[in-house]
């Protein structure tokens, strides 16, 4: 059977997960493509239910969720790409109460551009940073756009939201590092074993509230004719050089 | 005087530079927002005409260039931001042959998305590469979304725009150290006194000619279950490691 109405309770539930309100409603998220779908299912999120398009013609996913097959209209309708692929699944959002970490890990303080959002979870994960606190001042790290940008980095790492309050206490006795404009230099500055790297908001940087809880403060130096980095490449430079004596190996 | 039609020619001249087109026929770009505007004028490039909204409310702009007023609704049709702040300039795109660099420097090797090609011209500036070579299938650099994103860096820099053979030639001499997965872990590499770092396409990485006539490969080191990073976020972390010493001191 292909479901061919946007109007299928469904299909209306499933758009829905689009935006933050129906993900919070439903506890679900979306995760879109061949390749995405794939690195899903070889990590822990479970993976709810499977929508094909009516022309998808690729490998079948192998998968015990169930799989529905929907009109070409119906799954452009369902797509967050200008180019759908033709596989998307509903995935399960994990529910974890906020915890210590296990090792290095990241604070988003505010990071507000959902792109943003995903590329430093796609880099934290490969940079061996497996734990990523956010405020809720942050953009939704499982909006499609967030998703598509973490590149399965989403599907490795564990996220933790809460106030800074929340976080704050969860971080008791874990240095914080807030990446700011006066810190020390980021190439010469010697990090803990453990700590939670800070990084904030585009426009406004680190809160205060960060700033006063923050043990360390680094910077990547610049010429003087730039002001800043995108903070996204930012928060990459600094996890990568901070965590040099694992990588110079 | 107000212009308020958008059928002014000087208004639907300006409102063509946001496409390719437009800026190829015109040979200027648009400027937007109080401070991408002042930064333009600390630098070499020649503003030609400023633009402010009717409400516009902020400090005028001290230039030789001619000031026009138009309406909001004029202004809102210029604009390439959702919210405009209401001051945007054309300003002339520079012309220059292809020449050899005077140091270390980047070749982008068909960087196809605007916003990473602006963020890695924001992040050359800042980590000291001053000269850019762009192959003719990278984004634009001088699109709205380019400018947005390199963040004033793009005044401060030296683009040059060949075929990959042009740029070859330009490059005669200097080393050409690929970014790739397969290549030297960066963190161990010792890069040469100059060099250009190649960065190639989101989707298919380095040209096949360009990894042809490379000297060096140097990949970041990832965890396994991350197999690649955003490009503007991979080319932040080598351009950075790759000049270390510079940043060391």
Redesign the interface.
């Known amino acids: 059977m292909i479901l061919t109405s946007k109007n299928n309770p469904l299909i209306k539930e499933t758009a829905a997960l689009k935006d933050k309100k129906g993900r919070k409603e439903h506890g679900l998220f979306l995760v879109e493509g061949r390749k995405m779908l794939a690195e899903c299912q070889?990590s822990d999120f479970v993976i709810e239910r499977i929508f094909l398009s009516e022309s998808y013609s690729g490998e079948l996913p192998q998968s015990n969720a169930e799989t529905v097959r929907v009109s070409d209209d119906v799954f452009r309708f369902l797509s967050d790409e200008k180019t759908p692929q033709g596989a998307l699944c509903r995935v399960r959002i994990p529910t974890r109460g906020l915890q210590a970490p296990q090792g290095k890990c990241l604070l988003l303080d505010g990071v507000s551009d959902p792109?943003n959002v995903g590329?430093i979870v796609?880099?934290a994960?490969?940079?061996?940073y497996r734990e990523i606190y956010l405020t809720e001042t942050c953009a939704d790290p499982y909006s499609p756009k967030s998703v598509r940008?973490s590149?399965?980095?989403l599907?490795?790492t564990k996220l933790y939201f809460g106030t800074r309050q929340d976080i704050f206490s969860a971080l008791d006795g874990t240095p914080i590092i807030a990446a700011d404009m006066g810190g020390e230099?980021a190439?010469?500055f010697q990090s803990p074993e453990t700590f939670a790297l800070a990084i904030g908001n585009e426009a406004n940087g680190i809160s205060a509230e960060t700033f006063e809880r923050a043990q360390y403060t680094v910077k990547?130096?610049?010429?003087e004719?730039?002001?800043?980095?995108?903070a996204?490449?930012?928060a990459?430079?600094l996890m990568?050089?901070l965590n040099?004596t694992e990588?110079?190996k």
Chains 1, 2 share one sequence.
Do not use: C, D, H, W
């Open positions: 070889k792109g590329a796609r880099t994960n490969a940079a061996g940008a590149m399965s980095g599907f490795f230099n190439f010469s990547i130096p610049m010429r004719t730039q002001e800043s980095l995108n996204a490449v930012s990459g430079i990568y050089l040099r990588f110079e």
